[in-house]
Nanobody
Framework: QVQLVESGGGSVQAGGSLRLSCAAS????????MGWFRQAPGKEREGVAA???????SSADSVKGRFTISKDNAKNTLYLQMNSLKPEDTGMYFC???????????????????????????WGQGTQVTVSS
């Protein structure tokens, strides 16, 4: 059974940085895409960044140049380095995993989001990020 456990959230002031981690275990797909999503109060969950088994990355326009997704295959850990944080980055951040065959690499964020909304993947429990102005 796939388990995803996030950590690293917290409260920071605008302009600050945080690094989120997601410890993963029990993969069922031979190749997979992993990603970070976030959900602000009263808003839909949205894709933030994704990384496939080859290490190719994608990120949402709202975080380009500020957030970096990476992974350490030896540690089975996914990361999200968040710099220059803004109050609008506040929300619950979720780690996600889905079979790579369900993700179009030319449109990874959108297609991974659809796959996750259709319950084809796995979610972590989330970690809260709060950015104050």
């Amino acid at each position: 059974q796939v388990q995803l456990v996030e950590s690293g959230g917290g409260s920071v002031q605008a302009g600050g940085s945080l690094r989120l981690s997601c410890a993963a275990s029990g993969y069922t797909a031979s190749t997979y895409c992993m990603g970070w999503f976030r959900q602000a109060p009263g808003k839909e969950r949205e894709g933030v960044a994704a990384i496939d088994s080859d290490g190719s990355t994608s990120s949402a326009d709202s975080v380009k140049g500020r957030f970096t997704i990476s992974k350490d295959n030896a540690k089975n850990t996914l990361y999200l380095q968040m710099n220059s944080l803004k109050p609008e980055d506040t929300g619950m951040y979720f780690c996600a995993e889905v079979a790579e065959g369900l993700v179009d690499k030319t449109n990874a964020i959108a297609t991974m989001t659809k796959a996750m909304q259709a319950d084809f993947g796995h979610w972590g429990q989330g970690t809260q990020v709060t950015v104050s102005s």
